[in-house]
């Protein structure tokens, strides 16, 4: 059973403040996917990496998949109350179009 | 594009009685998911469709649950008898699957499911 592991669970910090939300597997992935989630909402994809070593910048969150594409880190430079949300990361492991969740990051920033 | 589209956008029912979820995929897309989430289960894969054929229903906690998918426009998800277990937010997600190794999934705005 592929198992993605995401940490921290909860996540609550000050404006301003910057982050970093891991998503770990023992299996390598085809492809990684973050999304962000909001209350009442379904889960947004924000970014998808592919390559081994790939860094994707979205305005202040940069995305890093690790060189054995086991990995993946999201981090988010100098947060805002906007930021606050549920992350998700889901991977891809050549099972078709089927992808598998972590369990997410519930993250706050208080203003 | 419009989007995923599901209804109702919220239902809430009583024990024992049947209730149906309703999805239309982004058009073109080829894959269509159903998730069940929860706070203490997160984001559960229910049952996944490529081009309309089930392919794995692993995820459909027993068989009170059903899905099709008739046509490439339309999905349903059907629970009878519903019991208050099932409540959660149920969400539609499609995709469009074939020739690479990326599938981007992108979600509905889901069902919110009371059963009392």
């Known amino acids: 059973t592929q198992l993605l592991e995401q940490s921290p669970q909860f996540l609550s910090i000050q404006e301003g403040e910057n982050l970093t939300v891991y998503c770990n597997s023992s299996?390598?992935?085809?492809?990684l996917q973050w999304y962000r989630q909001e209350p009442g909402e379904g889960p947004v994809l924000l970014v998808t990496?592919?390559?081994?070593?790939e860094v994707k910048k979205l305005k202040r969150l940069t995305f890093q998949f690790g060189d054995a594409r086991k990995d993946s880190s999201l981090h988010i430079t100098a947060a805002q109350p906007g930021d606050t949300g549920l992350y998700l990361c889901?991977?891809?492991?050549?099972?078709?179009?089927?992808?598998?969740f972590g369990q997410g990051t519930e993250l706050s920033v208080k203003p | 594009d419009a989007g995923v589209i599901q209804s109702p956008r919220h239902e809430v029912t009583e024990m024992g009685q049947e209730v149906t979820l309703r999805c239309k995929p982004i058009?073109?897309?080829?894959?269509l998911f159903w998730y069940r989430q929860t706070m203490m289960r997160g984001l559960e894969l229910l049952i996944y469709?490529?081009?309309?054929?089930?392919?794995?229903d692993s995820g459909m906690p027993e068989d009170r649950f059903s899905a099709k998918m008739p046509n490439a426009s339309f999905s349903t998800l059907k629970i009878q008898p519903s019991e208050p277990r099932d409540s959660a937010v149920y969400f539609c997600?499609?995709?469009?699957?074939?020739?690479?190794?990326?599938?981007?999934?992108?979600f509905g705005p889901g069902t919110r499911l009371t059963v009392t």
């Open positions: 058009s073109g897309h080829n894959s």
């Open positions: 990496v592919v390559t081994g070593g």
């Open positions: 997600a499609s995709s469009y699957t074939g020739g690479t190794r990326v599938f981007e999934q992108y």
């Open positions: 889901a991977g891809n492991y050549n099972q078709g179009g089927k992808l598998i």
């Open positions: 469709f490529n081009n309309n054929v089930p392919i794995d």
């Open positions: 299996s390598v992935f085809s492809s």
